[in-house]
Every structure is written in structure tokens, then in C-alpha cells.
């Protein structure tokens, strides 16, 4: 459409000095619901990142239980949308308990909402298991 054909502003704001950027996306954050709320809950985080221009946040799995089941990968959803105020997306554990033993269900964790899969500082010994964790996590994401 010519420039002169398209509609005009409602509103116009002098952004002269400033930075104008899409939402940023934190993919790294440490949310702690649920468990430790004492410390941050979901919906204060998420206050602070949106104040910090960030509209999407990846929670990490090291939370009171851990994110490595299908229901606490739905309460980090659902905690995020009642906040309303950044999208949350949940990284599950590659582990159960992050305990680098026995991997998680990712194909369940995927189907309830996780985006990605970590262990989120603890080590994943075995060369063996952590094969298993990269193959599984590629058959997930092909689905």
C-alpha cells in the first residue's frame, strides 16, 4: 500500500533518546514457584521482568518439586497466565529430581507445555544417560 494510503496514527509517541525494541525473551530465569515463593513467586517475577522490557521468560526446573512431571510443567503454565503479565514457559528437567540418574518423560513434558529440557547446573555423569537425554530430547522436538 502507497504511504499515502495508509491509515493515520491514533496515537504518536516522541521515542526521541530512547530504545524501541521488540519484547526481549530471558531464557534463563529462576522463577522458584513452586517451593520457594519465600524468595520470588511467579507472578513478582514476572512483574520484574516485564519492567525490564522482557515479555517472555523460560523458567528453569530447579523449583520445590522439581519440574520433571507433567503437572508441575501445567502449574508453571498456569501460574504465568494468571499473572498476565509475561508469557512463562517451563524448561523441565532432563532428570528426575535433577538427580542425573533416570531421564524425565520428554515427550509427556513437551505435550504438557515445556519448551526445553535442563538440568540446570547438575551434571549429567554418565555419557550414556546423557546420549539418551540428546536423543530424547530430538525425537521430542520432532513431534
Same mark, same amino acid.
Given at each position: 500500500m502507497? $504511504?499515502?494510503?495508509a491509515?493515520?496514527?491514533?496515537t504518536?509517541i516522541d521515542? =526521541?533518546g530512547?530504545w524501541v525494541?521488540?519484547?526481549?525473551i530471558?531464557?534463563h530465569?529462576?522463577?522458584?514457584?513452586p517451593g520457594?515463593?519465600?524468595?520470588?513467586?511467579?507472578a513478582? @517475577?514476572? =512483574?520484574? =521482568?516485564?519492567? !525490564?522490557?522482557?515479555t517472555t521468560?523460560? /523458567?528453569?526446573a530447579?523449583?520445590s518439586p522439581?519440574?520433571?512431571?507433567?503437572e508441575?510443567?501445567?502449574?508453571?503454565?498456569?501460574?504465568?497466565r494468571? /499473572?498476565?503479565?509475561a508469557?512463562?514457559l $517451563?524448561i523441565?528437567?532432563?532428570?528426575k529430581?535433577l538427580a !542425573?540418574?533416570?531421564?524425565?518423560?520428554?515427550?509427556?513434558?513437551r505435550?504438557? @507445555? /515445556?519448551? /526445553?529440557?535442563s538440568?540446570? !547446573?547438575m $551434571?549429567i555423569?554418565?555419557?550414556?544417560?546423557?546420549r539418551?537425554a540428546?536423543?530424547a530430547?530430538?525425537g521430542?522436538a520432532?513431534r
Amino acid at each position: 500500500m502507497p $504511504p499515502e494510503e495508509a491509515p493515520a496514527a491514533r496515537t504518536t509517541i516522541d521515542a =526521541a533518546g530512547l530504545w524501541v525494541t521488540p519484547g526481549l525473551i530471558d531464557m534463563h530465569v529462576h522463577l522458584r514457584e513452586p517451593g520457594g515463593e519465600h524468595k520470588e513467586t511467579i507472578a513478582t @517475577g514476572v =512483574a520484574a =521482568a516485564v519492567a !525490564g522490557g522482557f515479555t517472555t521468560v523460560a /523458567a528453569m526446573a530447579n523449583t520445590s518439586p522439581v519440574n520433571d512431571s507433567v503437572e508441575v510443567t501445567r502449574y508453571v503454565i498456569a501460574r504465568g497466565r494468571e /499473572a498476565g503479565l509475561a508469557r512463562v514457559l $517451563p524448561i523441565a528437567a532432563v532428570t528426575k529430581g535433577l538427580a !542425573g540418574e533416570e531421564l524425565t518423560d520428554f515427550d509427556a513434558l513437551r505435550e504438557a @507445555g /515445556a519448551v /526445553a529440557f535442563s538440568d540446570d !547446573g547438575m $551434571p549429567i555423569a554418565s555419557a550414556e544417560l546423557m546420549r539418551r537425554a540428546l536423543a530424547a530430547a530430538a525425537g521430542s522436538a520432532r513431534r
